[in-house]
């Protein structure tokens, strides 16, 4: 099926599997896919991704060739199954991240679906310094923040890169949701923290379900990409192995599986950090 611009991409995928359709396959943006990639979980069905969009982070986590879709193709006759989660936001699936305040703000932008990144960069320091709309809370496991600016959850942890680009996610079958809110009291501290010179003001944490509350009885919430307006609290959690993916056996942007061990760092961490009550997650905050 050719997908045009106003199609009711749920209503085509519901037809389709009606129809008998026995496995699914994509070739979008990451909106797009997570469509697809929910209809095939809650069907329990095979599902194949083809990166097209810009920025797609669930193409890129898989491995998969973004400069060439045309080798995700492999997928479908020569290609194996791996078994991923899937973060639930309100009972309804996310293959990326949900995002609030001022994240939430960004995906709301006309701008922000032809240039992600770019976007981000240009409005999320302004928004971040500006005060209005709900004060938000966010609680997982014995971690509680308070009035942050903007809370990131997503499916499994992104790495540490930057919060704008948000890196990559190393694996996406490890069961947790992955945490970041971030708190500052100006713009000028929002365009640091963007730029990597400090860190205070962000916490990162990790934990099985996140609760996002606020003053207000409804707030607007980023789901892949989609904007919407969720009741509150906002409840996501996450679901392990839900997902059928069906990739190529060849896949250029899986990581090496034998990462060379940083044992001084590794050994900082242990100096540094404390271990966490009750065996939670740690919160890592600057």
Not at 105 to 127: C, F, I, M, N
């Amino acid at each position: 099926m050719e997908l045009n611009r106003g199609d009711d991409v749920k209503q085509l995928v519901h037809d389709a599997v009606s129809a008998g359709t026995d496995a699914l396959a994509a070739a979008g943006g990451y909106g797009t896919q997570a469509i697809v990639a929910t209809a095939a979980a809650e069907r329990a069905l095979p599902y194949a991704g083809i990166p097209a969009g810009t920025r797609n982070h669930f193409a890129l986590d898989l491995g998969l060739d973004r400069e060439d879709p045309s080798r995700c193709l492999d997928a479908l006759d020569a290609g194996v199954e791996l078994r991923v989660d899937l973060g639930f936001i309100g009972g309804r699936p996310f293959v990326n991240n949900a995002s609030f305040g001022a994240y939430a703000a960004v995906v709301q932008s006309s701008a922000y679906r032809d240039g992600k990144t770019r976007t981000t960069l240009d409005l999320l320091p302004e928004l971040l310094a500006d005060q209005q709309g709900s004060r938000l809370v966010a609680k997982t496991g014995m971690l509680t923040v308070n009035g942050p600016q903007a809370v990131l959850v997503s499916n499994n942890v992104y790495g540490m890169g930057d919060i704008a680009g948000l890196g990559r996610r190393a694996r996406l079958d490890r069961g947790r949701l992955g945490v970041l809110t971030v708190t500052v009291s100006s713009a000028v501290a929002a365009v640091r923290l963007l730029a990597g010179t400090r860190s205070r003001g962000l916490i990162r944490a990790a934990g099985l379900e996140v609760v996002v509350d606020a003053d207000t009885p409804q707030i607007p919430v980023g789901v892949d990409g989609e904007a919407l307006l969720l009741d509150t609290p906002v409840r996501c959690t996450i679901r392990p192995s839900s997902l059928r993916v069906r990739v190529p056996r060849d896949r250029p942007g899986v990581p090496d599986p034998k990462p060379i061990m940083n044992w001084t760092r590794l050994v900082q961490i242990a100096l540094t950090v404390p271990p966490s009550p009750l065996g939670e997650p740690a919160a890592e905050q600057g």
